[in-house]
């Protein structure tokens, strides 16, 4: 089964761009133009990997990166951030996750390519078990 990504920026002349790339590759591609559809997608398809953008309207790239690490079956898609903002700002508002990566538009495509496949090569992750479980009861 080929592999998946979920392409989330509001810029669709840059999704387009992302999107036929990626479809070169053999890839599955899905895209969101706003961070709501986007988290909504995510939750739905769970994609092998999500690229992200930071300026958005409504909701900016780290706030939406923050959303998907709210549920469990998202909080363990790799993502690869992908912004002309300083990455600097962008790593502070982040936890640091092995499973993040930050690349800086404009980029080659070589380096998104390059960026991409190191994220596809993860292992896939199970989600965490759920964290609230009743005590059990004292017998």
């Known amino acids: 089964m080929p592999k998946s990504i979920l392409i989330i920026d509001d810029n669709e002349d840059i999704s387009s761009l992302l999107k036929n790339f990626f479809q070169s ?21 769970l994609p092998d990997v999500i690229t992200l953008d930071f300026n958005m309207p409504g909701m900016n790239g780290a706030e939406v990166y923050n959303e998907l690490q709210k549920c469990p079956e998202t909080s363990v898609i790799p993502v690869v951030f992908f912004s002309s903002t300083l990455l600097g700002i962008i790593k502070r508002m982040i936890a640091d996750n092995p499973r993040v990566q930050f690349l800086k538009k404009p980029c080659a495509p070589a ?29």
Do not use: W, Y
Not at 113 to 135: H, I, Y
């Open 25 to 45: 590759k053999n890839l599955v591609i899905h895209t969101a133009f706003d961070g709501p559809s986007g988290i909504e997608k995510a939750r739905q398809l």
């Open 111 to 139: 380096d998104i390519e390059k960026c991409v496949t190191d994220m596809l090569a993860l292992p896939k992750l199970a989600p965490p078990p759920p964290t609230d479980d009743p005590a059990p009861e004292n017998t």
